[in-house]
């Protein structure tokens, strides 16, 4: 396990986990956790020896958002001072959104804020018993700026992500099921959601990442189609592929080279 001041980081049979370690304050973000986030986004990406990721919480929450204690007092910041803090948040959710290997959000308790879309950029949610959802902006007077009004939306519809993000109200977990937003509850979610990341890291890789890239609902249908054909030329001349489907073919589960 490689461990940083805020952040805790382990790969164990091609699942990376991040876990955001500051349980006394719910894993509330400061600057340096956003920081040590995005630094660990970039080595998820880069490292060929993860296939699937898992982000979760330290204790007994996923993520607080932003810590209010620790914020700057924005009297003495300008406009663009003020930009530029939100842009580290922001480049955490589209780091998320941009990572072609599958990321999973173990949802194990309260995700409020910035820790809600935080959630809601990773491409699975498992969410706990003892979990909940919530933008949350409105009841402190702020808009949903680091990508909530633009996920929500997208992932369970405008009018149903209108409610929750104009009300505040929270989201519980049968809620998320419900709505698609979250593919299971479970009682340990760490613990599903390393299951699901197994179950899709033992698949070959590049069909994986490729089928990612590919599932994106502001693509145009020709512009799918021709992504696809380029994608499967990727898949068909990858040495994974041949072994599936040699596998398939005599009966038997592939042996990937890995």
């Given at each position: 396990m490689s461990e940083y001041d805020h952040v805790q980081y382990e790969v164990d049979a091609g699942i990376a986990t991040i876990t955001i370690d500051r349980p006394d304050v719910y894993n509330a973000f400061t600057r340096a956790t956003i920081l040590e986030l995005n630094q660990l986004l970039r080595v998820v990406a880069n490292d060929d020896s993860v296939y699937t990721l898992v982000v979760t919480g330290a204790g007994e929450g996923f993520c607080a958002g932003a810590d209010t204690t620790a914020m700057p007092d924005w009297d003495d910041q300008t406009p663009a001072e003020y930009g530029a803090y939100l842009?580290?948040?922001?480049?955490?959710?589209?780091s998320l959104r941009g990572l072609s290997?599958?990321?999973?959000?173990?949802?194990?308790?309260?995700?409020i804020g910035a820790g809600c879309d935080f959630?809601?950029?990773?491409?699975?949610?498992?969410?706990?018993?003892?979990s909940v959802l919530r933008e949350g902006f409105v009841n402190i007077g702020l808009v949903p700026g680091d990508g909530g009004g633009w996920l929500l939306p997208r992932l369970v519809g405008e009018a149903k992500a209108k409610e929750y993000l104009l009300t505040g109200r929270d989201i519980t977990p049968a809620d998320a099921v419900d709505m698609g937003l979250a593919v299971t509850e479970a009682d340990d979610a760490l613990e599903e959601a390393r299951d699901l990341a197994?179950?899709?890291a033992a698949k070959p890789a590049i069909a994986v990442r490729r089928t990612n890239d590919l599932i994106d609902p502001e693509t145009g249908f020709e512009e799918y189609c021709r992504l696809a054909a380029e994608y499967q030329w990727d898949c068909v001349t990858d040495t994974e592929h041949q072994e599936a489907v040699e596998a398939f073919n005599e009966g038997r589960d592939p042996e990937f080279d890995r």
């Open positions: 842009w580290l948040i922001q480049q955490v959710v589209s290997k599958p990321s999973i959000a173990a949802v194990n308790g309260p995700a959630a809601l950029a990773c491409d699975l949610r498992v969410v706990g018993t003892e197994a179950e899709i």
